[in-house]
């Protein structure tokens, strides 16, 4: 019987070609009293790798840290081997910042940024917060993709060091949330984006649209008169379900409920993007 694969070596690069990479295990070394003073402090963050170059993670060209820990279980993760917070590698704050001066003056140059994604990178407020302080006073364009329900983690200075909001919605209505997530509730994702619409931060908004399970219209309306009546949503991205992942959870022997799931046609994502359209929202 397949096992899940054995510890990998300690020399994994920061830098990966894709977030697609399985990585697991990587701060396993790290004692459980090393891992609650970084979550507290942010002088180490756990992340699963950088990747350069990606146009899909905000304006422009961007760089873009992978963080590990999340507290959903979506079935459509493309990426469970982010749940686990020392599968990720052990980072130094220190380090990071170099990692994102490396690239500043091109990133600038190119109109592009700098994103921090997981994962949710939450989970890691303190890293992600002082992260973000230092990439800011950089001038680099900063980013976050997040599931929205820890905002409540950032005060409002430390959301001004953050350009961009990327808020991934799973769902408006609490039962279909629950379905997508693995029951967590979201009540605290619309707080969390209310919030961002009081303060004028500026969002973009996805949805990942799996057929069967999301390609729903009165959620998809829902999800876009909320986002419309925010104000501050700039782009909404439907974002056509895959399989890139599924061996991912095949290799971690997780339960995958979509193995016989295909990708959207055309006709639906063009049904969803017309959805948000409709409601006024600048949709692709
Ligand atoms: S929020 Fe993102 S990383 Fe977390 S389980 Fe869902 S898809 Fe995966």
């Not at 690069?13 to 070394?29: C, H, N, Q, T, V």
């Not at 060209?61 to 079935?75: D, I, Y």
């Not at 994502?269 to 600048?282: D, H, K, M, P, Q």
Request: contains cysteine; hydrophobic residues 40%.
């Amino acid at each position: 019987m397949e096992t899940v694969a054995p510890p990998q070596p300690k020399t994994v690069p920061l830098e990966a070609k894709s977030p697609f990479e399985m990585r697991i295990y990587l701060g396993d070394d790290i004692p459980e009293t090393d891992v609650r003073s970084a979550l507290k402090t942010g002088d180490l963050g756990f992340l699963h790798s950088f990747t350069t170059g990606s146009a899909v993670d905000g304006p422009g060209l961007r760089l873009v840290a992978w963080t590990t820990s999340c507290m959903f279980r979506c079935q459509y993760c493309h990426n469970p081997d982010t749940w686990t917070l020392k599968n990720g590698i052990p980072v130094p704050l220190s380090r990071a910042i170099e990692e994102v001066q490396k690239y500043a003056n091109g990133l600038i140059a190119m109109n592009g940024g700098f994103t921090l994604s997981g994962g949710e990178p939450l989970m890691q407020d303190r890293f992600a917060a002082r992260l973000f302080a230092a990439v800011k006073k950089m001038g680099v364009h900063t980013a976050i993709e997040t599931k929205g329900y820890y905002g409540d983690h950032l005060s409002d200075e430390e959301l001004q060091n953050i350009n961009l909001v990327i808020l991934d919605m799973k769902a408006f209505t609490r039962v279909q949330h629950e379905l997508v997530t693995g029951g967590m509730h979201n009540e605290d994702v619309l707080e969390f984006c209310d919030r961002l619409a009081e303060l004028k931060r500026p969002m973009w908004l996805r949805y990942v649209l799996v057929p069967g399970l999301t390609d729903i219209p009165e959620e998809m309306k829902a999800v876009a008169d909320f986002a419309a009546s925010l104000g501050v949503v700039e782009r909404v991205e439907i974002l056509p379900f895959h399989q890139m992942g599924r061996y991912k959870w095949e290799r971690l022997k997780l339960d995958y409920q979509l193995g016989d799931t295909q990708p959207p046609t055309g006709e639906s994502v063009g049904r969803a993007i017309a959805i948000f359209s409709e409601a006024g929202l600048n949709a692709a």
